[in-house]
């Protein structure tokens, strides 16, 4: 997968009639499975009822949307930085030979990506 969207944000489109969707569920990324919900995971997959969390949120952390939609080129950017950092620091070279290995790797992730 290359990037699975905002879903976790903006809520989903199409899915099952039977799915509910609550959003904002305070915590990590694992939260609305923690050990304290189980049990009403449990009820809704053995009844089909399903009962609202008393405390979701009413919206993510302002800073949260733009790293979501960051990450998926952040971290190939980074690995790409210290990549070309390492290649310079082994060659021993100026500037223009960092400037070329750091191009050449940014387009290479870009072809990349586009497969």
Do not use: C, K
């Not at 969707?21 to 399903?50: C, I, K, M």
């Not at 050449?104 to 990349?112: D, G, Q, T």
């Amino acid at each position: 997968m290359r990037d699975i969207g905002t879903g976790g944000f903006d809520g989903f489109s199409e899915f099952d009639a039977r799915a509910i969707e609550w959003n904002y569920f305070p915590g990590g990324h694992g939260a609305p499975l923690s050990d304290d919900r189980l049990e009403n995971v449990v009820e809704f997959v053995v009844t089909g009822q399903a009962q609202e969390p008393p405390d979701l949120i009413d919206s993510p952390p302002s800073w949260l949307r733009p790293a979501s939609r960051i990450a998926p080129v952040a971290f190939p950017l980074l690995l790409l930085l210290i990549i070309a950092l390492l290649a310079w620091a082994w060659f021993n070279q100026g500037l223009l030979l960092f400037a070329i290995i750091l191009a050449v790797l940014v387009v290479s992730v870009a072809l990349l990506m586009l497969l």
